[in-house]
């Protein structure tokens, strides 16, 4: 998928950044997709499961002060999900560059963060939601924002020509 309109950050990854510097961090290699070798692709699945497995779903209290990203936590809702994920899958040696923390809606209109893996065989898709990992053309998602593959700090936001990377 590809958004190049600059936009705001979530105030929830702000503070997030400013807890956790080091996973706001570039690592120089610009924007790069993952070659989805059988390896590859067996650790992406693996970290989305035991992720998925190892966070209790609960709602942040309602009000932008309830929004909290937070690291491995043991109850959290989406983004916590998604901050573990991306934080577990750069550990992994997955390139920061190839990974994207994604705001959508659900096709209920509810807001949604998951992670964005990007490689050479498309766009994939961890969520909280499902133990599959789905190319982005096969969620219910609309996208509203992600990070830029270049600054983890930085987000971009749909245009008006957004190409699906199946």
Known sequence: MEASQPTLAPFAHVMFCKRNPADCQADGRG???VQATPQALQTIRAINGEVNRAIRAVNDPPGPLGDVWTLAPKKGDCDDYAVTKRHRLIAAGIPVAALRLVVARTRSGEGHAVVLVRTNDGDLV???R?????PWGETDLTLMKLQSGEDPRRWVAPDQALALRR
Not at 130 to 134: G, Y
């Open 130 to 134: 499902t133990s599959k990992i789905r």
């Open 31 to 33: 924007d790069v997709s």
């Open 126 to 128: 961890l969520d909280n």
